[in-house]
């Protein structure tokens, strides 16, 4: 039988001990009795998954090896289910485990204890390793780096500087961006489908430039990747709406960026579709595609039961809007696990020194949103006969006229101040709720500007604002939020209720 030195160096580097000089160490245990040396170079610690390793186990369940002699415990496993495997088969086999260094003795209840002990510290060291290599990534990451990988089709590398270092950059190759360009417009269109497109590049011989074959696969990845946009607020509201982690803020989103779509620190296998723990950074490069285009073709890949949870808001479009009929404070969402999920509360009940007992009645979310539809699609008819309105959607995706991009971006940061107020409800005294209710009214107030200033930007004539408000009830399903708030902000001045009585006060 035979001593087994074992040894195992996942990457070289100048302070750690080689493979060599392990052995060294091993061998001085054996005092010239014969042995088989095992070796693994460039494997972790974290599995057993080694072909040195495996073998070294192979020949001690032939009964080959009487004493495994390692440099370090954490040499041979960092893993305490793995350690603890391999000890077992140890026992079974009547082999005994040294270490060169930390000198155990496993004949005894106190050495097997004191190793015990020591492969928990050498797992948690392989845990914060990894913990510290993850959050270095992310840190790089968000900082807009260059993180390596395969360049995307239509850029290629260029050197840049970051906050003093170097790093690289994307840089549009006219060649390929041109493909890209006609591949967007094209799926923007929702007559062509992803075959359509690929039997228009292949019938036009338009190949691709790095080789290999167009297909629906390459495209639809090519369709969801945000390198290529011009990232303006309507992205940054986009991947708000689905959950995804922004970091950097709105005010930053003006159009001329692309953006880095990373999977986030924790490694769950999800769906493309699924943006939670998805991490969006803007890029340091230049997009290429406009955000309408690009947004009408994501809102495709995602299919039409996401469409459909995208345009569903995290709150209600009727937040701001209405307000309990006892006290005059704001009715606020408030969420549950029922088929309902939503429903409004008066902010002021429930707070320490109010005496108000709420609306009177219980108010789902859903259902006070469907009948207000209904009661703004009866309101316009006394204006306008819809079948004569016309459709002022420009690229399959439905906008009020801008004024500029600032008042958009301003627009977001005011709704994400009232979301953060409204966090704050819960347990609020009366000093408190009193100033949130007010700093709310005051950023409603700015809010329902904004939006008025938005609406009539370009089109101050009220035949053509209603034409254009007609026209966005009709397709209400398919509007985003902001456009729904629009909407009630130019027709609805407020909502009051109280005992199971709604009453409305119209803006005309």
Known sequence: MYDALYARQSIEKKDSISVESQLEYCRYETRGEASIEYTDRGFSGRDTNRPGFEHMMNDIRAGKIR??????????????????????????????????????????????AMLNICIVFAQLERETIQKRVTDAYYARCRRGFYMGGRIPYGYRLTDTVIDNVRTSMYEEVPEESRQLKLIYSMYADTDNSLGDIVRYLNEHRIENLRGGNWNTARISEILRNPVYVEADIDVYRFFQSQGANIHNPASDFTGYNACYLYKGTVSVSRKQSDFSDKEIVLAPHKGFIPSQTWLACRQRCLGNRQSAKTCKP?????????????????????????????????????????????????IYADVLEEYMLGAIRERLSEFRNLSCITDTRENGRLAFPE??????????????????????????????????????????????????????????????????????????????????????????????????????????
């Open 67 to 112: 004493r495994v002699i390692v440099y370090k415990l954490d040499r041979i496993s960092r893993s305490i289910l793995d350690f603890a495997n391999m000890m077992e088969t140890f026992q079974k086999y009547h082999v005994e485990f040294v270490s060169s260094t930390e000198k155990f003795d496993t004949s005894t209840p106190i050495g097997r």
């Open 314 to 362: 995290k709150n209600s479009w009727l937040l701001g809007k209405v307000k309990c009929g006892g006290c005059g404070y704001a009715l606020t969402i408030r969420k549950a696990k029922t088929k309902w999920g939503r429903y409004f509360v008066c902010s002021r009940s429930g707070s320490s020194g109010s005496n108000c007992t709420g609306a009177g009645c219980t």
């Open 403 to 508: 004024k500029n991009m600032r008042k958009k971006i301003r627009l977001t940061q005011i709704e994400e101040e009232i979301e953060e107020l409204l966090s704050k409800v819960s347990g609020a005294g009366s000093v408190l709720m009193k100033y949130i209710d007010e700093k709310i009214s005051e950023l409603d107030t700015e809010r329902k500007a904004l939006q008025e200033e938005i609406v009539t930007a370009n089109d101050t004539d009220t035949e053509n604002r209603l034409e254009q408000i007609t026209n966005h009830v009709e397709i209400w399903e398919t509007i985003s939020l902001e456009d729904r708030q629009a909407v009630v902000d130019t027709l609805v001045k407020v909502i009051k209720i109280a005992n199971g009585n709604m009453e409305i006060t119209w803006n005309m």
